[in-house]
């Protein structure tokens, strides 16, 4: 089973701000923007994700570092790993680009992320 870091995720009231905020302040790269006013943002290697509250999305969202996210070859594996260790699943969906996705609860109240990233 491969995982790595896929992004860290911001949620904010003012994406296109916060998205300046780090190209400005730390040399960060603007390298994609959704058609919903979204932003992908390259930090020196690390992929940041900065959007506004989803409104598809059931779970509870919150703004500021809203959740680490992972890419996984076996999403349902894992998942079925996290059930097995009684880690509450916080919704499971499909996002951009027709990739399954499971929210889950880790410690402290973090939320985290496994996207499926087919071979």
Do not use: W
């Not at 302040?25 to 020196?44: C, H, M, N, Q, W």
């Not at 992929?47 to 349902?76: F, V, W």
């Amino acid at each position: 089973m491969t995982i790595k870091l896929n992004h860290l995720h911001i949620k904010t009231k003012t994406p296109e701000k916060t998205a300046k905020f780090y190209v400005e302040t730390f040399g960060a790269k603007i390298t994609s923007e959704s058609p919903t006013g979204g932003y992908r943002v390259d930090l020196d290697g690390l992929s940041l994700n900065i959007t506004d509250l989803h409104p598809t999305q059931k779970r509870e969202q919150c703004y500021g570092m809203e959740h680490i996210a992972m890419d996984t070859d076996e999403l349902d594996s894992v998942v079925a790993k996290l059930k097995a260790q009684g880690i509450g699943i916080l919704e499971e969906t499909v996002v951009t680009g027709n990739r399954r996705v499971c929210f889950f609860e880790g410690p402290d109240g973090v939320q985290l992320e496994f996207i499926e990233m087919k071979k």
